[in-house]
């Protein structure tokens, strides 16, 4: 079974950075997508950014220039750098990772993983 973790939330001062990150227990080329979201408290789970296998990257508005996403193959971990935080930051970030697989008649079955979140606090 795949498991995700993630680590490297905390309170932190607006201005500041954090680098979360994401420790799969497999090989996270396995994925065709993975990527950071993130629920505010009293809000819906919204992307962050997301990055695939191919390298593509995609950014919420919200955090473009500021966020950085990226993946580490040897040690199949991907890994959000945040910087300039905010207080609208504050919230509860989930790693995800997305793939397909083929059954045995040929049908491809989507998989969607999700880690159990971290926190991440922005002070004013």
């Known amino acids: 079974q795949v498991q995700l973790v993630e680590s490297g939330g905390g309170l932190v001062q607006a201005g500041g950075s954090l680098r979360l990150s994401c420790a799969a227990s497999t090989r996270i080329r396995s994925f065709s997508t993975m990527g950071w979201y993130r629920q505010a408290p009293g809000k819906q789970r919204d992307l962050v950014a997301r990055v695939t296998s191919g390298g593509s990257t995609n950014y919420a508005d919200s955090v473009k220039g500021r966020f950085t996403i990226s993946r580490d193959n040897a040690k199949n971990t991907v890994n959000l750098q945040m910087n300039s935080l905010k207080p609208e930051d504050t919230g509860v970030y989930f790693c995800?990772?997305?793939?397909?697989?083929?059954?045995?008649?040929?049908?491809?079955?989507?998989?969607?993983?999700w880690g159990q979140g971290t926190q991440v606090t922005v002070s004013s």
């Open positions: 995800n990772a997305e793939k397909v697989v083929v059954a045995g008649a040929g049908e491809i079955v989507p998989m969607t993983y």
